[in-house]
T-cell receptor, first 117, second 112 residues
Framework: AQKVTQTQTSISVMEKTTVTMDCVYETQDSSYFLFWYKQTASGEIVFLIR??????ENATVGHYSLNFQKPKSSIGLIITATQIEDSAVYFC??????????????FGQGTVLSVIP | EAAVTQSPRNKVAVTGGKVTLSCNQT?????MYWYRQDTGHGLRLIHY???????EKGDIPDGYKASRPSQENFSLILELATPSQTSVYFC???????????FGPGTRLTVL
């Protein structure tokens, strides 16, 4: 069975610094997708970034980037030049191709990020 | 313009009553999903659908039914609501290829 674990319950950083949030996963499959989502204080859940397991290059979107370490089953989210509005809960999620066409995701428990001005 | 919308946004129901939560998407995605989010449990999948006319059980389907009458619409039905079903419910849609899901704004349901 798939499992996604985020061990950091909460993180606080100063504005304009860089933060890394950790995520490790378990899967039986050799091909899978990894995702990060952001949940704002209003409750909105927003898709941020995806990593395909067969790609060696780390994905980057805006000031979000990933640190994908396949041998360690690890996918860290890096936010550079953090802003106050980055304060939110961040979820890691995984879909392995063994689940077929339903594209079911397995989510981690989330990490609360607080950006301090 | 929001691609996944949910109604109602807030709902108070009585124990034993019937509750229907509605979801509409304009992403033209085949797959749609219903989750609930509770403190300490994260997002848990209730039901999902591959397309119009199909519904499948997720990880916690007991006490819930789903209906997918069209590509755009997916409903979650609580025939006999219980206080344990008090939660925030999210609908999402996703495509076949990459599997990222796009979420609606959520519905806060309170069952008294």
């Amino acid at each position: 069975a798939q499992k996604v674990t985020q061990t950091q319950t909460s993180i606080s950083v100063m504005e304009k610094t860089t933060v890394t949030m950790d995520c490790v996963y378990e899967t039986q499959d050799s091909s899978y997708f990894l995702f990060w989502y952001k949940q704002t204080a209003s409750g909105e859940i927003v898709f941020l970034i995806r990593q395909d397991s067969y790609k060696k290059e780390n994905a980057t979107v805006g000031h979000y980037s990933l640190n994908f370490q396949k041998p360690k089953s690890s996918i860290g989210l890096i936010i550079t030049a953090t802003q106050i509005e980055d304060s939110a809960v961040y979820f890691c999620a995984m879909r392995d191709l063994a689940t077929g066409g339903n594209n079911k995701l397995t989510f981690g428990q989330g990490t609360v990020l607080s950006v301090i001005p | 313009e929001a691609a996944v919308t949910q109604s109602p946004r807030n709902k108070v129901a009585v124990t034993g009553g019937k509750v229907t939560l509605s979801c509409n998407q304009t992403n033209n995605h085949n797959n749609m999903y219903w989750y609930r989010q509770d403190t300490g449990h994260g997002l848990r999948l209730i039901h999902y659908s591959y397309g119009a006319g199909s519904t499948e059980k997720g990880d916690i389907p007991d006490g819930y039914k789903a209906s997918r009458p069209s590509q755009e619409n997916f409903s979650l039905i609580l025939e006999l609501a219980t206080p344990s079903q008090t939660s925030v419910y999210f609908c999402a849609s996703g495509d076949w290829v990459y599997a990222e899901q796009f979420f609606g704004p959520g519905t806060r349901l309170t069952v008294l």
